[in-house]
């Protein structure tokens, strides 16, 4: 089993930074892309940011120029930098990632619990 952990969230003002970072544990062997997803209140989950396991990055065209996504394959930790926060970026934002426990096994998508993230004055 392979656990996520989400940190770094909280209440900031808008045109303030944040950054979050999200934490893989358990029977991992390695890990291909890692994502940051949103879900904004009453709202559908989105797609935030990928990051590959060659560092390749692609983002929401709303969040482009403003986020972030990097990782630390040692630590197999990614994190998202949020800088110019907007209130319409309020959301639980969650990760996932791509990981398998052995060199033959397959892929599997794990997800973290959420971490809330409010741009507010």
């Known amino acids: 089993q392979v656990q996520l952990v989400e940190s770094g969230g909280g209440l900031v003002q808008p045109g303030g930074s944040l950054r979050l970072s999200c934490a893989a544990s358990g029977s991992i062997f390695s890990i291909n892309a890692m994502r940051w997803y949103r879900q904004p209140p009453g709202k559908e989950r989105e797609l935030v940011a990928t990051i590959t396991s060659d560092g390749s990055t692609v983002y929401a065209g709303s969040v482009k120029g403003r986020f972030t996504i990097s990782r630390d394959s040692a630590k197999n930790t990614v994190y998202l930098q949020m800088n110019s926060l907007k209130p319409e970026d309020t959301a639980v934002y969650y990760c996932?990632?791509?990981?398998?426990?052995?060199?033959?096994?397959?892929?599997?998508?794990?997800w973290g619990q959420g971490t809330q993230v409010t741009a507010s004055s």
């Open positions: 996932n990632a791509d990981t398998k426990r052995s060199r033959y096994s397959a892929y599997q998508t794990y």
